[in-house]
């Protein structure tokens, strides 16, 4: 049975933000990718596998291979952030992959941080779609997390993990 860190995957979401430059919601995951060195590339019906991309990095690839993300259709619709976020997850926790379990926590904290979230006031559904552009389902997992995370801070306060994210978003 695989064991989650949480707190090492939402210090994952901070770096990617850290490193990007990103201070706001909704994140621009495009320009995420791309300040890690990736390259975003639109893939439509006859392209070839990205595998067989050849800027597409491989072990062993020379130094000046790229590493490519594919997505289909529009990288501003939820949905497309939302798997290109899954990817920028899986690229940047390839050392220690957390399952698919540990993936969807990272993109929730990368796009729907609960400490912003939570000082925005934030109550519902359409509010986090409205802020964070993402989709319905990831929305409304993530309320359910916020209702939680309120109790906890009540509780406990805030973690300095915490306090680094509201740091990143209202610094």
């Known amino acids: 049975m695989l064991t989650i860190d949480y707190n090492r995957i939402k210090q994952y979401a901070?770096?990617?933000?850290?490193?990007?430059?990103?201070?706001?919601?909704?994140?621009?995951?495009?320009?995420?990718?791309?300040?890690?060195?990736?390259?975003?590339?639109?893939?439509?019906?006859?392209?070839?596998?990205?595998?067989a991309d050849p800027a597409f990095r491989r072990p062993g690839a020379d130094a000046e291979a790229k590493t490519v993300l594919r997505y289909v259709g529009d990288p501003s619709q939820p949905e497309v952030r939302w798997a290109m976020a899954r990817e920028a997850g899986l690229l940047l926790m390839r050392d220690e992959p957390p399952g698919e379990q540990g993936v969807a926590f990272f993109v929730e904290q990368l796009l729907m941080p609960l400490p912003v979230l939570e000082r925005?006031?934030?109550?519902?559904?359409?509010?986090?779609?409205?802020l964070c552009e993402v989709p319905t389902e990831a929305a409304t997992a993530v309320l359910r997390n916020l209702t939680r995370y309120r109790t906890y801070k009540i509780r406990f306060g805030a973690s300095e993990l915490d306090e680094k994210f509201l740091e990143q978003f209202t610094g």
């Open 120 to 130: 925005c006031d934030i109550h519902t559904v359409q509010e986090i779609q409205r």
């Open 14 to 51: 901070l770096d990617a933000l850290v490193l990007s430059g990103i201070r706001t919601l909704p994140v621009d995951v495009v320009r995420l990718c791309e300040r890690h060195g990736w390259v975003c590339l639109p893939h439509t019906p006859g392209d070839p596998d990205r595998a």
